[in-house]
């Protein structure tokens, strides 16, 4: 499974931003999907994640802001970040796992793409 994020850019604090990954290869084995970030000089952590059955787990932080989504065929899943805050600037990196509990965030996911830079202004 390959996996490409995009969407990220410069932002000023309140306004809103669209991840998007497009995941190519074998997406058939893909039953959990979901967005991590790494702020400079911290640890990646988790952010959002849903299941084949569009079950979401958010991470405190961004629940009541951020919205996961994805299409039906799991090629394609998206971040919506709201009323984003400078302390939401991070690389964001979309994920992907064969099983649904990836979706918890527990212990990471098998399938990493690239970063996209979220840069968020005061």
């Given at each position: 499974v390959q996996l490409q994020a995009s969407g990220g850019g410069l932002v000023q604090a309140g306004e809103s931003l669209r991840l998007s990954c497009a995941a190519s290869g074998n997406t058939y084995s893909i039953n959990a999907m979901g967005w991590y970030r790494q702020a400079p000089g911290k640890q990646r952590e988790f952010v959002a994640a849903m299941t084949g059955r569009f079950n979401t787990n958010y991470a405190d932080s961004v629940k009541d802001w951020f919205t996961i989504s994805?299409?039906?065929?799991?090629?394609?899943?998206?971040?919506?970040m709201d009323s984003l805050k400078p302390e939401d600037t991070a690389i964001y990196y979309c994920a992907a796992d064969p099983l649904e509990p990836a979706m918890w965030g527990f212990y990471g996911m098998d399938y990493w793409g690239n970063g996209t830079q979220v840069t968020v202004s005061s």
């Open positions: 994805r299409d039906n065929a799991k090629t394609t899943w998206y971040l919506q």
